[in-house]
């Protein structure tokens, strides 16, 4: 399995730079936002990080098939006095060895090594997936903390134009009131929508306050200004093929059901490691190794110097016998874990088809609700405007109007949140199945104000 591309996309570091310093005033695109997370988001660097570390860990696989040179070197001084019955001494002498060898020892057959060396490639795999996976899990945070304020932001606005309008028919109330056209019922009821919209005012600007707070904590920035969809009526297009080509992609590109794959692969080596244990090895190793005596050793009559070399080759060969059944118990663990992992796999291929079922429907669902809510918005205005000539003409009261502007207003903000909720199922979509990429984020870009 071939490592992914988006492994080797690297962090624009100056549009980061730049954005971290830009004035509180201009607003950055979702793009550029995401951009800005990728070199602070903690999880995201630590996904990184980890990748790095597993790329290491499987080279060190290397060492078990690879050959292994070994240089050694040792000095000894002695001295020696050799006496006999009388107690002369005919030869006292200090001597000296210094020893020095290089070994080379090359794994023949060992099919532990080679299970741990095929691991090794296997869990680089698995920690691409699992980089991949953070990398898909930060696009989708960074986007719905980006279209969260832009929510807040309509609901704010909305708040505050549907207090405006209450407050408006509140003064038509009072003052028909004055004139003896009106009850003071209209008047108690405008005021009582009023003082709701002005509480649902301070509830909409602490929730734009906090998910503002959230933004710049997910990206990294200081007062981060999301831009505006430029057309509200222009949204991305349904998804052109049906919800079983998506469930039959994701249960090959989903980063979970690789992670789960090679985590069963893996599992399967770890029982050949452990069946090895039973298995002789084989090593060939070459030898060269040299001595030099100064003024003998301690067993030669004569003080003299001398040097020895002696290389050698050789071919080992270990054969287990026994190991206290500690082998037999490992193979049965082994055996078990595989079991596990498998069972694991299957988990996640279910899980990670029923995750984009959801998803595809909830996109699907998503783009027909903001058509309905599109023609909602249009009978809800026609309806307060109907409601507003019949008040003024005596046919309506106060609370039938008040009750079409809330509904009018409630409209506009579902509305709002479907156009965004739709933008952010779609990269849901592709989470699901696996081929979220920064890429997707052009889209939407291009939907955003200039």
């Known amino acids: 399995m071939s490592l992914p591309r988006s492994l080797f996309r690297t962090l624009p570091l100056t549009a980061a730079v730049v954005l971290a310093f830009a004035s509180s005033a201009q607003a950055q695109s979702l793009a550029e936002m995401y951009g800005a997370a990728r070199g602070y988001d903690a999880g995201f660097i630590s996904a990184k990080a980890q990748f790095e570390a597993n790329l290491a860990k499987a080279n060190q696989t290397l060492g078990g098939i690879l050959p292994n040179i070994a240089l050694s070197a040792s000095a000894t001084r002695g001295y020696i006095d050799v006496r006999n019955d009388v107690g002369v001494s005919p030869d006292p002498r200090f001597f000296g060895t210094g020893v020095g060898a290089i070994t080379l020892s090359q794994p023949i057959y060992r099919p532990a090594a080679w299970a741990a060396y095929r691991q090794g490639g296997m869990q680089l795999q698995?920690?691409?997936?699992?980089?991949?996976?953070?990398?898909?899990?930060?696009?989708?945070?960074?986007?719905?903390?980006?279209?969260?304020?832009?929510?807040?932001?309509?609901n704010l606005e909305l708040v505050k134009a549907q207090k405006k309008a209450v407050g408006e028919q509140l003064a038509s109330a009072k003052r028909n009131f004055e004139v003896g056209t009106a009850t003071i019922t209209g008047v108690r009821d405008a005021q009582a929508r009023f003082d709701l919209a002005n509480a649902q005012e301070i509830s909409a600007d602490n929730d734009l306050r906090i998910k503002r707070l959230a933004l710049d904590l997910a990206v990294g920035l200081s007062n981060a200004k999301p831009k505006r969809l430029a057309d509200n009526?222009?949204?991305?297009?349904?998804?052109?093929d049906d919800v079983n080509t998506w469930v039959s992609q994701s249960e090959s590109a989903s980063s979970a059901v690789r992670q789960a794959q090679l985590a069963l692969e893996i599992a399967s080596l770890e029982v050949?490691?452990?069946?090895?244990?039973?298995?002789?090895?084989?090593?060939?190793?070459?030898?060269?190794?040299?001595?030099?005596?100064?003024?003998?050793?301690s067993t030669t009559a004569l003080a003299s110097s001398?040097?020895?070399?002696?290389?050698?080759?050789?071919?080992?060969?270990?054969?287990?016998?026994?190991?206290?059944?500690?082998t037999m118990y490992r193979v049965k663990e082994t055996v078990a874990l595989e079991d596990k992992a498998r069972a694991d796999y299957e988990n996640a291929r279910r899980?990670?088809?029923?995750a984009t079922r959801t998803a595809y429907f909830g996109l699907v669902a998503g783009l027909s609700q903001v058509k309905a809510y599109e023609a909602a918005e249009a009978s809800s205005q026609s309806a307060l405007d109907a409601n507003k000539l019949g008040y003024s003409v005596g046919v309506n009261i106060n609370i039938d109007v008040l009750n079409s502007q809330s509904q009018l207003y409630q409209t506009k903000r579902d509305l709002a949140k479907a156009r965004?909720?739709?933008?952010?199922?779609?990269l849901k979509l592709r989470q699901a199945a696996g081929t979220l990429t920064p890429a997707n984020l052009q889209p939407i870009n291009d939907l955003l104000a200039p």
């Not at 990398?135 to 832009?150: H, I, K, N, P, W």
């Not at 009526?233 to 052109?240: D, H, M, N, R, S």
């Open 126 to 154: 698995q920690a691409a997936a699992q980089y991949e996976a953070a990398e898909q899990d930060l696009l989708v945070r960074v986007s719905q903390a980006y279209f969260d304020v832009l929510t807040s932001e309509d």
């Open 233 to 240: 009526t222009k949204l991305i297009e349904p998804p052109a």
């Open 272 to 297: 050949n490691k452990a069946n090895a244990g039973h298995k002789p090895t084989v090593d060939a190793q070459l030898s060269y190794a040299g001595a030099r005596n100064v003024n003998g050793t």
């Open 306 to 326: 001398n040097h020895v070399f002696s290389p050698s080759a050789a071919v080992v060969l270990n054969v287990p016998l026994f190991a206290g059944f500690s």
């Open 351 to 354: 899980s990670t088809a029923q």
């Open 420 to 426: 965004y909720d739709v933008l952010v199922s779609n």
